[in-house]
């Protein structure tokens, strides 16, 4: 199986940069997703990494390091609603699409 | 516009019952899954299919069952329900290729009494 391990919980103000990050052990390694998730709502996709390096999409950016086991979701120009809970998930070769999530970051943005 | 949609977003039940939960998608996707979330613990699969009348178990099917008669919906079946069966249920589906995103329904907030 895998072990993904993310922070419990961030406190971050408003206009300010957060980065979470996630460690994971796992065999066969075929990509990381980012997910947010609003309190009492479903999760909603933000970022897919599968090779090296930096993704960025606006305010967000996600960071792979598979020679690590690693990855970061940093999110810039914090606003109110970015206050949420961020999934770390990996997917593996024979997953079969499945994916392993991690426990999630609950990110609280303050005035 | 995608759209998986569940049955319900509250239910409460009784020890013992059983209980459905349906979970329906638009998207023509192959795969669907039915995870539980519990506060501390994320996200866990209960079970998964590839395909209709195909399943796979996860990583917690004790206690559930699940039916796929048609490719848009995906059912979890709780044949006696249990007090530690009080969770958020998920529902969610994605094409079959590796890096397609998993799109979830809203969430039915399952309370066993």
């Known amino acids: 199986g895998q072990n993904i391990d993310q922070p419990t919980e961030m406190t971050a103000t408003e206009g300010a940069i957060v980065q979470i990050n996630c460690t994971y052990q796992t065999s066969g390694f075929n990509g990381l997703f980012w997910y947010q998730q609003h309190a009492g709502e479903a999760p909603t996709f933000l970022s897919y990494?599968?090779?090296?390096g930096l993704e960025e999409k606006g305010r967000f950016s996600s960071f792979l390091s598979r020679s690590k086991g690693y990855s970061y979701l940093l999110l810039k120009e914090l606003q109110m609603k970015d206050s949420a809970s961020y999934l770390c998930?990996?997917?593996?070769?024979?997953?079969?699409?499945?994916?392993?999530f991690g426990a999630g970051t609950q990110v609280v943005v303050t005035p | 516009d995608v759209k998986v949609t569940q049955s319900s977003r509250y239910l409460v039940k009784r020890t013992g019952e059983k209980v459905f939960l349906e979970c329906v998608q638009d998207?023509?996707?192959?795969?669907m899954f039915w995870y539980r979330q519990d506060p501390g613990l994320g996200l866990r699969l209960i079970y998964f299919?590839?395909?209709?009348?195909?399943?796979e178990k996860g990583d917690i099917p004790e206690g559930y069952s699940v039916s796929r008669e048609k490719k848009e919906r995906f059912s979890l079946i709780l044949e006696s329900a249990s007090t530690n069966q009080t969770s958020m249920y998920l529902c969610?589906?994605?094409?079959?290729?590796?890096?397609?995103?998993?799109?979830f329904g809203p969430g039915t907030r399952l309370t066993v009494t």
């Open positions: 998930a990996v997917q593996t070769t024979d997953s079969w699409g499945k994916l392993q």
């Open positions: 299919s590839y395909d209709v009348k195909m399943k």
């Open positions: 990494n599968v090779l090296d």
């Open positions: 998207m023509d996707h192959e795969n």
């Open positions: 969610a589906s994605s094409l079959v290729r590796v890096s397609y995103e998993q799109y």
